[in-house]
């Protein structure tokens, strides 16, 4: 019994988190696997972010640079408190921890494309 509810979990936690999650994470076969897919997915959309950020600010103006930083921290409070949002959802289960990563993943690489998007001439 507890493996069926297990295995319902997954396809649950797939079709509530979106195609992000259906992209990296579809093997995963547990709670762990799927928090620990999620957490090497954000990493590397935090690093692809992070180099973007980092190229970008490189070629700007001074006071472009500034305000793109300032953009850049305000960015940051508000994907985490909408992740801390969504988490709070979950009530304390299971699901909560990739419900966290998956949303900050998507807005992270949504944040990337934003970037490359609005300075792509710079």
Known sequence: MYWHSGILFLVFFICATGNVAKAQCEDAKSTLQINECFAKELKKADAELNSVYRSIVKKLEPDDAILLRKAQ?????????QCQAEHALWGGGT?????LMNCKLEL???RTTEIQNTYKNQ
């Open 73 to 81: 921290r305000a960015w940051l409070g508000y994907r985490d408190a």
């Open 95 to 99: 699901g909560g921890p990739a419900a």
């Open 108 to 110: 992270t690489r949504q």
